[in-house]
């Protein structure tokens, strides 16, 4: 079964801090993606990437900025927060035309 | 452009089937997902169509249309449980990446 994991189910930060969500995929999948959840407005795309070292602008980059050094990893940051980041966090990883998997979720909080 | 309509919201009861539709509009177009998301969780995956007709599950059957752009996720037997956001979502022409709906909140009741 494929385990994408998220490193925190809630976190709790203060504005302009420097905010880092990691998550780890176990199954070799190529393509990775961070979206945020909103009421209302569903799931956003904010960045992906289709191998190690690329990264792809989603549609609500402005922000943030990612990393993957390794193929399993993929890593959200958020530069300077601000109180209208807060929102579910998902990751998601998936291998060419096969499900999308995503890992549980971190509910962020920008105070 | 690139589109995913769904209906924001259903009612139904225990018991009773429900049809959730769903329309695309995608520059490229590979396949068909649904997937089911309880409130305060992830998305988890219901369904794939890639080619024209009915795939059934089990409780769940879907639909897809690629000459209409249109799909469909079908609920039987509903039961309680099966209150949730149902997300419609496209994928690319070369499979590596989905756009989503906004999602279908679904409420059953007894």
């Known amino acids: 079964d494929v385990k994408v994991t998220q490193s925190s189910r809630y976190l709790v930060k203060r504005t302009g801090e420097k905010v880092f969500l990691e998550c780890v995929q176990d199954?070799?999948?190529?393509?990775m993606f961070w979206y945020r959840q909103d009421p209302g407005l569903g799931l956003r795309l904010i960045y992906f990437?289709?191998?190690?070292?690329?990264?792809e602008k989603g549609d609500i980059p402005e922000g943030y900025s990612v990393s993957r050094e390794k193929k399993e990893r993929f890593s959200l940051i958020l530069e300077s927060a601000s109180t209208n980041q807060t929102s579910m966090y998902l990751c998601?990883?998936?291998?060419?035309?096969?499900?999308?998997?995503f890992g549980d979720g971190t509910r962020l909080s920008i105070l | 452009g690139q589109n995913i309509d769904q209906p924001t919201e259903m009612t139904a009861t225990e018991g009773a089937i429900v049809q959730i539709n769903c329309t695309y509009q995608?520059?490229?177009?590979?396949?068909l997902f649904w997937y089911q998301q309880h409130a305060g969780e992830a998305p988890t995956f219901l369904s794939y169509?890639?080619?024209?007709g009915l795939e059934e599950k089990g409780r769940f059957s879907s639909f897809l249309s690629r000459s209409k752009g249109y799909s469909y996720l079908l609920l039987k037997e509903l039961q309680m449980k099966d209150s949730a956001s149902y997300l419609c979502?496209?994928?690319?022409?070369?499979?590596?990446?989905?756009?989503f709906g906004k999602g279908t909140t679904l409420s059953v009741s007894s």
């Open positions: 199954m070799d999948h190529e393509n």
């Open positions: 169509n890639v080619l024209d």
């Open positions: 995608t520059s490229g177009f590979n396949g």
């Open positions: 979502a496209a994928s690319n022409q070369a499979g590596t990446a989905l756009i």
């Open positions: 990437s289709y191998d190690v070292k690329m990264k």
């Open positions: 998601a990883s998936l291998s060419r035309n096969q499900p999308q998997h």
